[in-house]
Nanobody, 133 residues
């Protein structure tokens, strides 16, 4: 079973940057969609970005474009989330999740991933990001 472990969270000042890591192990499928999600206190969880494990295709909701960059390093079995120009409203628990797919897929699937409309098989434990001065 695929297992995911997030790391890299912490306290950062407004305008600062963080890079989160999602380390994966126990692969059972050739293809995955992997996403970063966040949940702030008192708010519902929302998608930040999703990426294809096979070709690195990415998708960002319009509200997340510009300051967030998702990437992968398959040699390290890790997906990253680079966060720049952080704002206090970015404070949240950030989690990664993965869903196996039967084969190569179109970008529409990544959009559905960010919208949390897929049946994610694995979730990490989450890492806290606090943006405060």
């Amino acid at each position: 079973q695929l297992q995911l472990v997030e790391s890299g969270g912490g306290l950062v000042q407004p305008g600062g940057s963080l890079r989160l890591s999602c380390a994966a192990s126990g692969f059972t499928s050739d293809y995955y969609a992997i996403g970063w999600f966040r949940q702030a206190p008192g708010k519902e969880r929302e998608g930040v970005s999703c990426i294809s494990s096979s070709d690195g295709s990415t998708f960002y909701p319009d509200s997340k474009k510009g300051r967030f960059t998702i990437s992968r390093d398959n040699a390290k079995n890790t997906v990253y989330l680079q966060m720049d120009s952080l704002k206090p409203e970015d404070t949240a628990v950030y989690s990664c999740a993965a869903v196996p797919v039967p084969g190569p897929f179109r970008l529409l699937l990544l959009k559905l991933c960010t919208e949390m409309k897929l049946d994610f098989a694995s979730w990490g434990q989450g890492t806290q990001v606090t943006v405060s001065s």
